[in-house]
């Protein structure tokens, strides 16, 4: 059993690979607000979405206690042009949140 636990306010997100070209308000219409942003105002900024993975830490009884066990993020990272366009789209696990992204490995990639 996965429990998902939505910190943007996101619609169903529909294939990633068609919003690019399109204008950022477009996507955060759609999408709802990333859970961060990141100012890179040499090429444009980063809207971070966030989703928290929870497992269920039972041990495959019918007796669900309710506690989670193991989680992980699914991040999905949108580069948007200073155009105001959307450049590129990443998704990726990480353990860490939103919150905690390092910037270096976000800010300064040319796409």
């Given at each position: 059993?996965?429990?998902?636990?939505?910190?943007?306010?996101s619609?169903?997100?529909?294939?990633?690979?068609?919003?690019?070209?399109?204008?950022?308000?477009?996507?955060?219409?759609?999408?709802?607000?990333?859970?961060?942003?990141?100012?890179?105002?040499?090429?444009?900024?980063?809207?971070?979405?966030?989703?928290?993975?929870?497992?269920?830490?039972?041990?495959?009884?019918?007796?669900?206690?309710?506690?989670?066990?193991?989680?992980?993020?699914?991040?999905?990272?949108?580069?948007?042009?200073?155009?105001?366009?959307?450049n590129?789209?990443?998704?990726?696990?990480?353990?860490?949140?939103?919150?905690e992204?390092?910037?270096?490995?976000?800010?300064?990639?040319?796409?």
């Amino acid at each position: 059993m996965i429990l998902i636990f939505h910190l943007s306010c996101s619609g169903t997100k529909s294939t990633t690979a068609q919003w690019v070209g399109k204008p950022k308000q477009d996507l955060v219409k759609s999408w709802g607000p990333p859970v961060r942003t990141i100012e890179n105002y040499k090429d444009g900024e980063v809207l971070i979405y966030g989703d928290q993975i929870y497992t269920n830490s039972g041990n495959g009884s019918s007796n669900n206690t309710g506690i989670a066990g193991s989680n992980h993020w699914d991040l999905t990272y949108v580069y948007v042009g200073k155009d105001g366009q959307v450049n590129a789209i990443k998704t990726e696990k990480d353990q860490s949140p939103p919150q905690e992204v390092d910037i270096k490995k976000l800010v300064g990639i040319n796409l």
